[in-house]
């Protein structure tokens, strides 16, 4: 399978300056503006989840991720160090999981210390390999051989571990600035 992806060197950055490149995806917020030619991301960030997220919100992601702009649903993710109670959490990954299936869009995914559940979400959603991407991978070869056999890819930025971009294959790595 190619890589959904592939046409760009920067998968996820939030340099807003850097939409217009051709080369770089700039994750936005729902809500955030997008300059004509720019290339994003849109997603609800875990840490988000600390208030409230609100119907406006929800609208307002599923509004921005239609725009011909948008190559890719997220940030979003499960995060248990910081954002909103776990099970809110899951609830909106799996509102953005449903939304990029819909779409035929790359999912963009924020991951810290919750492999275990990411994996439990893929088993439930059944994307196509490598169509979620965990961003700014960091994990030993070992975690990061497990998730690429559930079908994730995985994004690396400018802090990783040699030995885990080895086991990376071609089609299922991606590069970032983030």
């Known amino acids: 399978m190619t890589k959904p992806l592939a046409r ?7 340099d807003t300056d850097r939409a217009c490149t051709g080369s770089a995806i700039v994750s936005l917020r729902p809500g955030q503006p997008m300059l004509p030619g720019g290339t ?14 609100t119907l406006a919100t929800l609208r307002a992601l599923v509004a921005a991720a239609r725009d ?8 979003c993710g499960i995060d248990r160090l910081r954002g909103g109670d776990i099970a809110v959490q899951q609830a909106v990954f799996d509102f953005h999981a449903r939304l990029a299936a819909r779409l035929h869009k790359p999912l963009i995914i924020h991951d810290v210390h919750a492999d275990d559940l990411l994996l439990a979400a893929i088993r439930r959603h059944r994307p196509a390999p490598g169509m979620w991407i965990i961003h700014g991978y960091r994990g030993k070869p070992a975690a ?6 559930a079908g994730f890819g995985l994004s690396l930025g400018l802090r990783y571990n040699p030995a885990t971009a080895a086991v990376i294959p071609s089609d299922r790595l991606h590069h970032e600035t983030d």
């Open 68 to 75: 011909p702009r948008v190559v890719a649903i997220g940030e």
């Open 8 to 14: 760009y060197t920067d998968i996820h950055t939030h």
């Open 144 to 149: 990061a051989e497990t998730l690429l056999r």
């Open 40 to 53: 994003y991301s849109v997603g609800i960030h875990p840490w988000d989840t600390e208030r409230p997220v």
